[in-house]
């Protein structure tokens, strides 16, 4: 709910416009400051040398205001964000110049940063490695290469095999070839890969949002603007950027009438994470048309499979690694994620099962077979039921049936799907108020999650995750209780919820 205080509607004139601007570029620079402290770097990167680097990466106060700065950079921009949404309400005309605008304001600076949230990208480099050196990324872990934990890759990707698609391993070979051993060259390199899937999905989501009579800006400022969306996807450097950014472009190319583009985009998009199969189906039903009949579904959904599979068949074979990736769909996702809804089945019934001296060690598989045939089941339910106006929500839904049934859920995982959401539609009401609570819940879980300490330092990282939780708190209810402008979004939200005065309940009498 974007509320706005009169006279505000008249957008972009305004100075208070630019006020916002400037206020979520501040946090993106206060998270990039933060992140030279706090966040993941090769052993080996010369920035150590750096006495600035040293003085807040060895330091009690320097750790600790690190953590401060990115923590408070998160909610400021998270502020932002708020109060763009509650000065361009109604979205006028130009609202998208501004939204844009906003994007590049406050995405620009964090490609400074140390990775944040998350160090996966020190797994690219390794994984880059792996192929220049011969090896098979779907075969065999990073530790089989000399110095691979001097790279910064996690120990847990040391045995693990590649989880990402064929077309990603060539990204990651060129990026090392140009890098050679300089980590931080790599990162930058993969960071600029990734935010080529953030302009992708700033310059498709409006268009895709535009078919569904969205307006393209709000579509943008739910998705692009995001502060969550921009540290995971720049910050962090993550591949699922250009994962997203070339779904969003075959979704829209095909639903505009020219599926073979379509197709070909989605099939460089599952190149990246073989995960976004799943939309193949749906692709075909809007390359086939409104009012397709069954027989043209079917021959369809043939030419969809067969351009698209194929291509994913010559690619792995002219890599050298044959139908490697289509290992990553079956064995990927070994643990579970506290907060996902079957992790948080797992927990309950591993504790009640051991309270009991019973064995849970079924607990796992169980409930990740149950899920993901769920998911199957969901998604042909939805490839053959609905009206060719909901193909895309109806994509999405079968998207989220993956995402939701999975046992490991990361928060760049629900990025994949806000997109489509945003272009298909995304009300003022309860729905925005749920995009607000569920970016809030991961940045609050993202920025006391994954700190970088030194190991002699150990002792400080429970204050600094602490700290980063009490800081996450206290803005939170300051912006929906105390701040001027933002908490009139939820005095109105709560309003909305009352029942009108007619239905509510009189006294006899």
């Known amino acids: 709910m974007n509320v706005t205080e009169p006279g505000t509607a008249d957008l972009t004139a305004a100075p208070k416009v630019n006020r916002t601007l400037v206020e979520g ?14 966040g993941w770097l090769a052993s080996i990167s010369p920035l150590h040398r750096v006495e600035f680097m040293i003085l807040l990466r060895t330091e009690t106060w320097g750790v600790i205001a690190s953590t401060s700065a990115m923590t408070i950079g998160c ?45 996966d990208v020190y797994a690219y480099i390794g994984q880059g490695r792996l192929v220049a050196a011969g090896h098979d990324p779907y075969q065999q872990g990073i530790s089989t290469i000399s110095n691979w934990f001097q790279l910064g890759t996690d120990t847990m990707w040391s045995e693990s095999t590649t989880p990402y698609g064929p077309l990603f391993l060539n990204v990651e070979h060129v990026v090392m070839m140009i890098a050679g051993e300089n980590p ?7 960071r600029l890969v990734a935010f080529a899937g953030v302009v992708l999905c700033m310059v498709y989501t409006p268009k895709l949002a535009a078919l569904h009579g969205v307006s393209g800006a709000k579509a943008t400022w739910i998705t692009v603007a995001n502060p969550l969306f ?15 950014g070339l779904a969003v472009a075959g979704t829209y190319y095909a639903a505009t009438g020219r599926g073979i583009r379509g197709v070909l985009l989605i099939t460089a998009s599952i190149g990246i994470k073989p995960i976004t199969m799943v939309l193949l189906p749906f692709i075909g039903l809007l390359w086939a048309g409104r009012g397709a009949s069954w027989p043209r579904r079917f021959l369809y959904w043939v030419y969809t499979a067969g351009i698209g599979l194929g291509l994913m068949v010559v690619i792995g074979y ?39 001296g019973l064995d849970s060690s079924w607990v796992l598989p169980t409930l990740k077979l149950i899920g993901r045939l769920a998911s199957v089941a969901i998604v042909l339910l939805l490839m053959f039921k609905g009206s060719h106006g909901h193909i895309v929500q109806r994509m999405v839904l079968a998207f989220t049936a993956l995402v939701v049934l999975s046992p490991v859920i990361h928060p760049w995982y629900l990025l994949w799907l806000l997109p489509f959401f945003a272009a298909s539609g995304i009300r003022d009401d309860w ?10 819940f991961f940045i609050a879980y993202g920025v006391a999650d994954q700190l970088f300490v030194w190991q002699f330092m150990s002792d400080v990282k429970p204050f600094l995750q602490q700290l980063a939780t009490l800081i996450s708190w206290a803005f939170m209810i300051y912006l929906a209780l105390f701040d001027p402008k933002t908490r009139l979004i939820f005095v109105e939200f709560r309003k909305s919820l009352r029942l009108p005065r007619s239905l509510r309940f009189r006294k006899a009498g």
């Open 318 to 356: 002219a890599n050298g690694y044959g139908l490697g990736w289509l290992t990553v769909m079956l064995t990927t996702g070994t643990g579970y994620s506290v907060y996902a809804p079957i992790g948080i089945l797992i927990n309950f019934l591993n504790g009640s099962l051991g309270t009991l």
């Open 25 to 38: 570029s501040i946090g993106a620079f206060l998270i990039v400051l933060g992140s030279l402290g706090i």
């Open 431 to 440: 729905q925005i108020v749920w995009v607000y609570f569920t970016v809030a």
């Open 75 to 119: 909610w400021i921009m998270f502020r932002a964000w708020l109060r763009l949404g509650q000065k361009l309400r109604g979205w006028p005309e130009g609202s998208l110049v501004v939204v844009r605008r906003a994007c590049w304001a406050w995405g620009l600076p964090l490609l400074a940063c140390v990775p944040i949230f998350s160090r």
């Open 230 to 244: 921009l540290v995971s996807f720049v910050a962090s450097a993550h591949n699922d950027a250009l994962m997203v």
């Open 184 to 190: 931080d060259l790599a990162v930058l390199l993969f």
